[in-house]
């Protein structure tokens, strides 16, 4: 047996260095050799499409680092059931902070209040992510090759510190690198082995290629990127998404390229070296930073999300930044922003520190707004209020909003500059009058602020102000329209590539079928999908509202949400708390006082919450709800909140909420709680109210409807709730004479007929004096005006006398004669006939009854 043999060799040296790597200390092992080592030959031709060969070229292939850091790799992760991740450094300078953050990234999920700190601190501060003791650290394991470092014998320190950084975690770190930046030293943590294959085994073959081709080879040995996906590619000549595709398949094929990790790609190194020996610097340099440009303005136009392609974007940012393509710093800006929207971090904080001083002034408002989407908006408040900017105030006034400081958000928009129209100002003031329940003006400001994103051409902040505008429609009870205007919002953000609208619209459109359907199980399946989606961006807030809603959803569908709608509340609650956001803790813990048969002290954290977020519609539910639980324990002092709560509405001009106090108060046992009752029926879609008992003392308000104030009458077309029988009373007309006639009295009766289940019905009961008004709307007398009061069982008699011929109208109101309340209001039709006419063939029939 031939020792000498490459492959025998590889074997052994993979059994001593899996048998090294099985010691505790050992968390670094280096694979270093010379260049060529383990030659390989490869020939192929260029083709016209015809077969003419016009090139062919003979390549050394690195396979021996390479293919060893791979196989050890996979051989330490099956033992230890540890994942592989793999970084291609290419032909890249030693960069110690981007190779840090790319294998800490690799290497566990950060906590984000560390990298939160990162990303505020200065530039390369990067102490919060590697301090002793880190949690990633602690937990876990995965090996993390590093393929083509150049590291030597200066940066020896640097292998000593990844050796300290690994010391108590289970992670291990394979570095591949040439003999001319061979390492030396003897820190036992570091495992050296030179790879040193004397017989290169030498594979030749043909590989017939296009132009096409050819051209992409030549434009990947050029690129200075390294890694690239079968979706991400620099743009050459004028070649389609699906010709790229088809020329990578074949270069992939025929060995050209080397897979990395599932999808992703690189040219393969001995290809790229081969080129670039052709050009000189200069030339090399020129080519490469034209082909960058164009792969940023190719990326600019594009809204899917970054994803996986994020730390190629990011390289490609730096890039640009070092040289002198003239769209680096509107590239940067829309990749931080990119980064930002999608709650990316780690490539965010790569590049704020591969930018390192500029940062601050380049990236200080897109960084804030990252750390306030990921649940820290008290830093990033702190962080905006060190920039004097317009776009900083505006970002301070959004992160105040976000914190429930609805008051000191407005104040802030109020000290932007006012001589020009600013959309997002007006769209975020909107915001807040809407989270304050106080929706006067709003669309008005919303109406220009849509106008004034659309002169700007600003279709993102366009997107929001449509959203918002649903928002309002939802909030005054126009579901429909809330509907529309929230899917349209949601196909706009999809457009501009803001997932995190995305996320919002579909979490508000589930709301609003929350409230046309009730909790049906697919409406809560959807909901149930919600924190999660807001979670994937990072977007704590978000998560915490769609987790507060779900907790609604549970709750309003009775025993079937139990006890889901316990855990879901508070849940929302201990987020809202911890980011922190007074109105989503108002109501987080009032939904769960109310879920709860109403807690004391719940309600209190609740009131206390509103009234830091000065949100007046909260604190009146609030006080309502205290009021519903005073009234169930015969509290004497229960009408004390109750009216403050009635005073608060009506300062606001919230219609439905004295309504909510009436039918609290007194209840359906009277004339004034039926009215209520009524009237609140025609302000919500059916289904919202459809399992309230109004009979009981302690009177439970559904969960969905606590955040509208929704405009009288908007479901005026609906039946009453089925839950609520008893409230059912008839008025019913009767027209005594068959054929009226023109200056000829006729008579008609009006009754009132309460149905079995009404309280009016009742043996014990003592029925009101009721008084019945009729008005003509044609040409016609009626009297009397004004009926003699009457009881419910008594008739009221009027006298017609039409004065001319055709059809004629007359109204009935019906009155309580005591407070002087419309309980209902009819109208009737009656056909009269002129002297030469013939009669008609029925006695015309009045409208279909209404309720009373």
């Known amino acids: 047996m031939d020792e000498s043999d490459p492959t025998l060799e590889a074997a052994a040296a993979l059994r001593r260095l899996r048998l090294r790597a099985e010691r505790t200390a050992t968390r670094v092992i280096v694979l270093h050799g010379p260049d060529g080592d383990g030659k390989s030959a490869l020939a192929w031709e260029l083709t016209d499409g015809v077969g003419k060969s016009s090139l062919a070229r003979e390549l050394a292939d690195e396979v021996g680092r390479s293919a060893l850091a791979r196989e050890l790799a996979d051989d330490l992760g099956d033992r230890h059931g540890m994942p592989v991740h793999w970084i291609a450094w290419g032909d890249r300078p030693v960069d110690r902070d981007q190779l840090l953050l790319r294998v800490l990234r690799r290497a566990g999920d950060f906590p984000v209040r560390s990298l939160c700190t990162a990303l505020l601190s200065r530039p390369r501060d990067l102490t919060s992510l590697t301090g002793e003791g880190s949690p990633p650290w602690e937990r876990g394991g995965s090996v993390i090759v590093v393929d083509g470092l150049r590291v030597g014998a200066r940066d020896n320190d640097l292998l000593q510190q990844y050796a300290r950084l690994l010391a108590p975690t289970r992670h291990i770190l394979i570095v591949t690198t040439r003999t001319s930046d061979a390492v030396t030293g003897d820190d036992p943590a570091i495992v050296r082995h030179e790879v040193t294959s004397a017989n290169p085994t030498v594979t030749t073959g043909r590989a017939p290629l296009t132009h096409q081709n050819a ?141 390192r001083s500029t940062a601050d002034g380049t990236l200080g408002v897109t960084l804030a707004r990252a750390v306030r989407q990921a ?31 609805l008051s000191e958000a407005e104040a802030t928009l109020d000290t932007l500059p006012a001589d020009r129209p600013d959309g997002w100002a007006l769209h975020t003031r909107a915001a807040i009058r809407i989270d304050r329940g ?49 899917d349209t919002a949601g196909h706009m953000f999809r457009d501009v590539g ?52 779900l907790g609604v959803a549970y709750a309003d569908a009775g025993d079937a949400g139990d006890p889901e709608a316990t855990k879901a509340l508070a849940g929302a609650l201990g987020a809202f708390k911890q980011l922190p956001d007074r109105v989503g803790a108002g109501w987080a813990a009032l939904h769960t006082a109310l879920r709860l048969g109403g807690y004391s002290d719940l309600l209190r954290m609740a009131a206390e919450a509103f009234r830091e977020a000065t949100c007046r519609h909260g604190a009146a539910w609030t006080l309502l709800q205290e009021a519903v639980q005073g009234r169930a324990r015969r509290n004497a002092d229960a009408r004390r909140p109750a009216l403050e709560a009635q005073r608060i509405f009506e300062s606001i001009d919230d219609s439905a909420g004295p309504q909510w106090v009436t039918a609290v108060l007194c209840g359906p046992g009277s004339v004034e709680g039926m009215t209520a009752i009524r009237a609140l029926a025609e302000c919500y879609p059916p289904q919202a109210l459809r399992d309230i008992d109004w ?40 027209l005594l004479d068959d054929s009226p006639t023109p200056d000829r009295a006729a008579h008609i009766t009006l009754h009132i007929e309460p149905g079995p289940d009404h309280i009016w019905s009742a043996p014990e009961a003592t029925t009101p004096l009721l008084t019945v008004r009729a008005t003509p709307l044609t040409q016609a007398d009626v009297e009397p005006s004004y009926s003699l009061p009457v009881r419910i069982d008594r008739t009221a008699l009027f006298r017609f006398t039409p004065r001319t011929a055709g059809r004629h109208r007359i109204r ?30 029925a ?6 009854v209404r309720r009373a």
């Open 215 to 355: 051209d992409l080879l030549e434009a990947l040995a050029v690129w200075q990127g390294v890694e690239f996906s079968l979706d991400t590619v620099p743009p050459f000549g004028s070649s389609t998404p699906a010709q790229i595709r088809t020329s990578l398949e074949r270069l992939h094929r025929y060995g050209l390229l080397r897979p990395l990790r599932p999808g992703w790609y690189e040219l393969h190194p001995a290809v790229r070296a081969m080129y670039r020996r052709l050009l000189d610097n200069e030339e090399l340099r020129v080519r490469a930073e034209k082909l960058d440009t164009r792969f940023a303005e190719a990326l600019m136009g594009e809204p899917g999300e970054l994803g996986d392609a994020a730390e190629l974007l990011v390289d490609l940012a730096l890039r640009l930044a070092n040289s002198a393509s003239g769209n680096s710093a509107e590239f940067t800006q829309w990749l931080a922003h990119r980064l930002a929207a999608e709650g990316a971090l780690f490539p965010l904080l790569m590049l704020k520190t591969g930018l």
């Open 375 to 405: 649940g820290q908006p008290e830093d990033a408040a702190r962080a905006l209020e060190r920039l004097d900017t317009p776009d900083a105030v505006r970002e301070l006034a959004v992160t105040r909003h976000h914190m429930g400081l």
């Open 438 to 486: 106080e929706p006067h003006d709003v669309g008005r400001l919303l109406r220009l602020a849509i106008e004034t994103h659309q002169v700007r051409g600003d279709l993102r902040g366009e997107a929001w102000a449509v959203f918002h505008y649903g928002r309002l429609r939802m909030l005054r009870g126009d579901l429909e329209e809330a509907r529309k205007r929230l």
């Open 498 to 549: 803001d997932p995190v609208g995305t996320a919002w619209a579909d979490t508000e459109l589930c709301r609003v079928a929350l409230l046309l359907r009730g909790p049906r199980p697919d409406v809560v399946r959807e909901l149930e999908a919600m924190p999660a989606a807001h979670e994937h961006h990072g977007d704590a807030r978000g998560a915490a509202w769609a987790r507060l809603l």
């Open 695 to 734: 009979h009981i003392s302690r009177l439970r308000i559904p969960h969905a409807i606590l955040r509208l104030r929704p405009e009288p009458g908007a479901f005026a077309d609906h039946t009453e709730p089925d839950a609520l029988p008893s409230a059912i009373a008839r008025v019913r007309l009767t």
């Open 812 to 841: 009935f109101t019906v009155e309580h004669e005591a407070s002087g309340t419309v309980l209902q209001q009819v109208e009737t039709d009656i056909d009269v006939t002129g002297p030469s006419e013939s009669p008609p063939l």
């Open 843 to 848: 006695a015309p029939q009045p409208e279909p």
